[in-house]
């Protein structure tokens, strides 16, 4: 079990290094479950689990240049009984708002430094004010990413993502809900995932790992022709301030 372990820590950091990312996810997050902490001794010292899933969890979302410098600052549309759909509001993702019936909202998309020396991208959902918005009603806020169709003959796969906590801070509840939409047919299909699992991660992260059921990604592809493939990433929590340190669809 050691040498599969190790194994498995090994590939994390070597591109095309194990047959299924998501099943490599699965295997380093238990690992860290049962281990918990770095360096303890099983009959040998084992290196932690966590800087393994930190190079599966490559940033998915991604933030334009300088945000680091001047964050963006995107109005949301008002759209109390529908949508504000906003093409390319981040590169290679839409932003998709629904049910929005508070005037002034917008979302902030900024780069920080935390204590460590990580790069971390925040996203937050402000008021009129500059206030972090406290969620109404139905209100989502959303991004919608393309996807490759590879996926569509994927048997296996999660979404791994590793946010930044804080419980001193408001926003410590927010994270990210995902789906998958498969326009088959000209008609939309969700897949939802089907077991979500949590951890901590030093220094102050919690790790998420949502996985799908075997096989829904192919079985809803199939029966029709298939127009498009669409990865929903959804900005959760009554207050919306989600500080990511890695995120990734995993197949």
């Given at each position: 079990?050691?040498?599969?372990?190790?194994?498995?820590?090994?590939?994390?950091?070597?591109p095309?290094?194990?047959?299924?990312?998501?099943?490599?996810?699965?295997?380093?997050?238990?690992?860290?479950?049962?281990?918990?902490?770095?360096?303890?001794e099983?009959?040998?010292?084992?290196?932690?689990?966590?800087?393994?899933?930190?190079?599966?969890?490559?940033?998915?979302?991604?933030?334009?240049?300088?945000c680091?410098?001047?964050?963006?600052?995107?109005?949301?549309?008002?759209?109390?009984?529908?949508?504000?759909i906003?093409?390319?509001?981040?590169?290679?993702?839409?932003?998709?708002?629904?049910?929005?019936?508070?005037?002034?909202?917008?979302?902030?998309?900024?780069?920080?430094?935390?204590a460590?020396?990580?790069?971390?991208?925040?996203?937050?959902?402000?008021?009129?004010?500059?206030?972090?918005?406290?969620?109404?009603?139905?209100?989502?806020?959303?991004l919608?990413?393309?996807?490759?169709?590879?996926?569509?003959?994927?048997?296996?796969?999660?979404?791994?993502?590793?946010?930044?906590?804080?419980?001193?801070?408001?926003?410590?509840g927010?994270?990210?809900?995902?789906?998958?939409e498969?326009?088959?047919?000209?008609?939309?299909?969700f897949?939802?995932?089907?077991?979500?699992?949590?951890?901590?991660?030093?220094?102050?992260?919690?790790?998420?790992?949502?996985?799908?059921?075997?096989?829904?990604?192919?079985?809803?592809?199939?029966?029709?022709?298939?127009?498009?493939?669409?990865?929903?990433?959804?900005?959760?929590?009554?207050?919306?301030?989600?500080r990511?340190?890695?995120?990734?669809?995993?197949?």
């Amino acid at each position: 079990m050691n040498i599969v372990f190790e194994t498995l820590a090994n590939a994390a950091a070597t591109p095309g290094g194990a047959a299924s990312r998501a099943t490599q996810a699965r295997s380093l997050f238990l690992w860290h479950l049962i281990l918990g902490a770095p360096d303890i001794e099983l009959g040998q010292t084992f290196p932690d689990a966590a800087p393994a899933m930190r190079q599966l969890a490559s940033p998915l979302v991604m933030l334009p240049a300088g945000c680091e410098v001047t964050p963006l600052v995107q109005p949301i549309g008002v759209q109390p009984q529908g949508f504000d759909i906003q093409p390319d509001m981040l590169p290679g993702a839409d932003g998709v708002f629904a049910f929005v019936a508070t005037e002034g909202l917008r979302l902030v998309a900024s780069m920080q430094t935390d204590a460590t020396g990580r790069t971390v991208r925040r996203l937050q959902v402000l008021n009129a004010s500059g206030a972090v918005h406290r969620r109404t009603g139905t209100e989502r806020f959303m991004l919608r990413y393309r996807l490759n169709r590879a996926v569509l003959q994927a048997m296996d796969v999660a979404f791994l993502s590793i946010i930044q906590t804080d419980p001193s801070e408001p926003g410590a509840g927010s994270g990210l809900h995902v789906w998958i939409e498969i326009d088959r047919d000209f008609e939309r299909h969700f897949v939802v995932t089907e077991e979500t699992r949590t951890a901590k991660m030093p220094p102050g992260d919690t790790a998420t790992l949502a996985a799908f059921a075997y096989g829904s990604i192919p079985s809803t592809a199939t029966g029709g022709e298939v127009q498009d493939v669409f990865l929903f990433v959804e900005l959760t929590g009554d207050i919306i301030d989600v500080r990511m340190a890695g995120e990734q669809l995993l197949f």
